[in-house]
């Protein structure tokens, strides 16, 4: 069965430092994945998607994520956090069809 | 603005009673899915639906249903609704041609409280 889980509900970084949020998948097929963003009170937002070819994935708002098969994960990182990135994040797998499997959600934190 | 409107924002209703949301999809999009976002559950794919047909089931209740019009808006009916049911539902929608393949866009969706 195809699932996500993402390390860390709650990151709290400094503005300017590093944000990396965790994710690993698993899949019993090649796996597309995203994230996405969800500001309080609204919907949620994509933020950039693996289907095939180049592993690193740049998105927008300067984020990145790096699809890694031999560790099945798929992070997400930007070198240098603002304050308006402040949101909920979610990694998600498609699984047949269309329909996503969404992991728990990591809180991110950035303070000034 | 994703272009996926969702209506109403917010409802407020009692145990018992049946609720509709309502789902517009981006234009020319054929895909349509919806998504509860509870505290315990986190997000869950509820339906699917593609130019009228259902084309994928999640772990929707028996209590809830869901139709896609021919002008492709959606509905998502709840009904004999109890306290658990409490949750904010989202629609998303995609082009839906290839499949897998498309990315799907959410709306800001409807937050049910049901006391």
């Known amino acids: 069965a195809q699932s996500v889980t993402q390390l860390g509900s709650h990151v709290s970084v400094s503005e300017g430092a590093l944000v990396l949020l965790r994710c690993n998948y698993s899949?019993?097929?090649?796996?597309?994945l995203f994230w996405y963003v969800q500001y309080p009170n609204q919907g949620l937002q994509l933020l950039l998607k693996y289907t095939t070819g180049a592993t690193l994935v740049k998105g927008i708002n300067g984020f990145e994520a790096e699809f890694k098969k031999s560790e099945t994960s798929f992070h997400l990182t930007k070198p240098s956090a603002h304050m308006s990135d402040a949101a909920e994040y979610f990694c998600a797998v498609r699984l047949y069809g269309n329909k996503l499997v969404f992991g728990a959600g990591t809180i991110l934190r950035v303070k000034s | 603005d994703s272009g996926v409107t969702q209506t109403p924002k917010h409802l407020i209703t009692a145990t018992g009673q049946r609720v509709t949301l309502r789902c517009s999809p981006r234009s020319g999009d054929l895909s349509v899915y919806w998504y509860q976002q509870s505290l315990d559950q986190g997000l869950q794919f509820l339906i699917q639906y593609y130019n009228g047909e259902e084309r994928a089931k999640g772990n929707i209740l028996e209590r809830f249903s869901a139709q896609q019009f021919p002008d492709l808006h959606s509905e998502l009916n709840l009904s004999s609704l109890e306290l658990g049911d409490s949750a904010l539902y989202f629609c998303a929608s995609s082009a839906g041609l290839v499949e897998g393949m498309d990315t799907q866009y959410f709306g800001p969706g409807t937050r049910l409280t049901v006391l």
């Open positions: 899949s019993s097929v090649p796996p597309y």
